[in-house]
């Protein structure tokens, strides 16, 4: 029998808990790209998200501190999303992902 290390799963199980769902790693790409968006603007950027899905995996992402939301005192109100600095230390993460799919994605369509 092998001696194994123990192996820590907390660093993993945290990170995967900001970014688990379907959308969530989509918002992110989407600020990542762009930098700032309008709910508008990301919506459209989303397809087919809900309002209600949209708005609650904002609020998760904000809460964990991976977005920050401006909103601005004006008639109609204007609220923007950017990354936070938090959130951009998770973008060499998704670049890395980004190349990944686009060599593997390459590769399968060359069968």
């Avoid at 769902?21 to 918002?27: D, L």
């Avoid at 397809?47 to 998760?60: A, D, F, P, R, Y």
């Avoid at 938090?86 to 399968?108: D, N, Q, Y």
């Amino acid at each position: 029998m092998e001696n194994q290390e123990e192996v820590n799963v907390v660093p993993f199980s945290y990170a995967i808990s900001l970014i688990h769902g379907k959308w969530k790693m989509h918002i992110l790409f989407w600020l990542w790209k762009k930098e700032i968006l309008r709910y508008g603007e990301l919506k459209r950027a989303l397809g087919n998200i809900t309002h209600k899905m949209l708005s609650s995996q904002l609020k998760e992402l904000e809460a964990d501190n991976l977005l920050v939301r401006t909103e601005y005192p004006q008639v109609p109100p204007k609220v923007e999303y950017a990354l936070s600095p938090k959130g951009l230390t998770l973008m060499p993460v998704l670049e890395v992902l980004c190349t990944w799919g686009k060599e593997h994605s390459a590769a399968s369509n060359d069968r």
